[in-house]
């Protein structure tokens, strides 16, 4: 194997190892990829060119590498890549005397078996045991947990 297409192996094994890290963390096979093309080159490098090029190329690489990684890094070229927003959203909170079991409302939206509610004047996400419930119906709470609200409809 000529030196050109060695070199073409590690840097090819580079890139891909580049990738893995800055562009799809977590896929593990794209590094994977870049790893053994990366030991393919300095494998062959070992083997048609001796010992000494060898320990070159893999001191090199090595170095190369973690150079690359580190500036790659250290440029925050890597937050080009990712998702800057945040979630907003939260989850239910009661305080203890404002919701209670008995407490009635109406839907805002169809409960499919989830949905809001707007009962004692708070919009709250509220559930069914299953059943679909449309807008703007009656509900009443049935039973009510630490931060979920199972509600049915009411009968008058």
Known sequence: MSLTAIILLIVLGLVFI???LLIVPGSTFVGVIGAVLM???IWFVFSKHGTQAGIYVLSGSIGLTLLLVYIGFKTNTWKRFTLETSVTGKVNTFENAEL???DSGKTVSRL???GKALINGNYVEVHTQGEFIN???DIIITKRTENKLIVTTKTT
Do not use: S
């Open 112 to 114: 499919a078996p989830a």
């Open 135 to 137: 807008e703007n119906t």
């Open 18 to 20: 580049l990738l893995e």
């Open 100 to 102: 209670n079991v008995g």
């Open 39 to 41: 030991i393919a080159g």
